[in-house]
């Protein structure tokens, strides 16, 4: 099964407006971690928000925020306000086992395209 | 700009051949990673170096392997290398923080295997 499953290949989102990626993830393990980052068809990999398996509050970034449903293993990305440049492929991500000591796998990735 | 550099920023070169990728971390972090991206396997995490120590072991094929230097910079090798091994490496770093190792991704080597 896989670890991590991003089911949207591809998103469109008018700009100003906001849009949900989801993410679902597969463990038994009581403590992981989540992640998502931004890869911009520049090619870098930019950290967004995370999110641990033993936090009690949604964690939030600016316009990112992270809707953390433990019991149904989902952690879909939330981007306010859409913008211009946040067109790129999104990538959920997860490492299972305490922190630093864990191997992490990542989703396929969502490509959002924002229209003007 | 993440902190991670990594060198080259490209690599071209033939079937059989060596390769060295080198990473330095962001200073103070303690933990090196290193990833492939390919359009057919998507982001594979290789191998993680603690303080000069192996900590995790990924899907990383015997041809390669990896090291991390007292000076905390990592260098990962690819020997004997195929068309397939053509991709993206990244190198990440993480702070030794008891709440979250957060990766901090390079710009990236993209190799290129002719």
């Known amino acids: 099964a896989q670890k991590i499953t991003q089911t949207q290949p591809g998103m469109f989102v008018q700009e100003k407006e906001a849009v949900t990626l989801d993410c679902t993830y597969d463990?038994?393990?009581?403590?992981?971690?989540l992640f998502w980052y931004k890869q911009p068809s520049s090619g870098e990999m930019i950290f967004l928000i995370y999110q641990g398996s033993y936090d009690q509050q949604n964690a939030t970034e600016g316009r990112y925020s992270l809707n953390f449903q433990k019991a149904r293993k989902s952690a879909n990305l939330v981007i306010s306000a859409s913008q211009l440049g946040d067109s790129a492929m999104y990538f959920c991500a997860m490492r299972e086992g305490q922190v630093n000591a864990g191997k992490s796998t990542f989703g396929d990735g969502t490509t959002l395209t924002v229209k003007p | 700009d993440s902190g991670v550099t990594q060198t080259p920023k490209h690599l071209i070169t033939a079937t059989g051949q060596r390769v060295t990728l080198r990473c330095s971390p962001r200073?103070?972090?303690?933990?090196v990673y290193w990833y492939q991206q390919s359009l057919d396997q998507g982001l594979q995490f290789l191998i993680q170096y603690y303080n000069g120590e192996e900590r995790a072991k990924g899907n990383i094929l015997e041809r390669f392997s990896a090291q991390q230097f007292p000076d905390l910079h990592s260098e990962l090798n690819l020997s004997s290398l195929e068309l397939g091994d053509s991709a993206l490496y990244f190198c990440a770093s993480s702070a030794e923080d008891r709440s979250t190792d957060t990766q901090y991704f390079g710009p990236g080597t993209r190799l290129t295997v002719l």
């Open positions: 463990t038994s393990d009581p403590s992981y971690g």
């Open positions: 200073s103070g972090d303690l933990s």
